[in-house]
């Protein structure tokens, strides 16, 4: 089981519009639960794993998002309305413990904010970070960083061309970053 986090960013960097929805939701090639590559992400995926300010908007949606994962949710009260077979907990450790108690082996798609993915990150939890970085310019909105820290240690796995000019980058995380240095690193 790997717990990854797939979020889109503008290529300024924000993770949301300035006016707060999801980054992806701002380019006019997505198309939910289609696009970007999120089915062959997903194929991966047994669980749905997110903050409750992630999950809260799906109790309204038409369709219910993740129809084949499990759900798993961190927060310190269970939503009304939260269909029975949603895991709650408002402790990370104890919810990370239930994940992999309920695992049959597939992966973990970790949903949400910076926050939630720095909470995972710091557990030592999170596996991959998979950016889907869109051409376009906010200025303004929710940054990754600076909720995950810039000394997360990050290491280059996979790249890919999507459809509309969006890119895919795939990077697996493990310690930490070290200093960066003084110089550029082609003088080092």
Known sequence: MQIRARLSMSADGYVTT????????????????????IREFLADCEAALMGRTTFEPALTNSRWPWPDLDVFVLGSHRPEGTPDHVTTDSDPVRLLEKIRA???GGDVHLIGG???IAT???L?????LELIVLPM???GGTQLT?????????????QRALPGGSVEIVYA??????????RPASQV
């Open 114 to 116: 910076p926050r939630t």
């Open 146 to 158: 600076p909720a995950l820290s810039p000394e997360t240690g990050l290491t280059f796995q996979s």
């Open 102 to 104: 309920a695992n049959r």
């Open 173 to 182: 995380c493990g310690g930490s970053r070290g200093d960066l240095p003084g």
């Open 18 to 37: 300035p006016s707060g929805w999801p980054a992806l939701t701002a380019d006019p090639a997505f198309v939910s639960g289609q696009s970007h590559g």
């Open 124 to 128: 030592g939890a999170l596996d991959r």
């Open 137 to 139: 310019l906010f200025g």
């Open 120 to 122: 995972f990150h710091a």
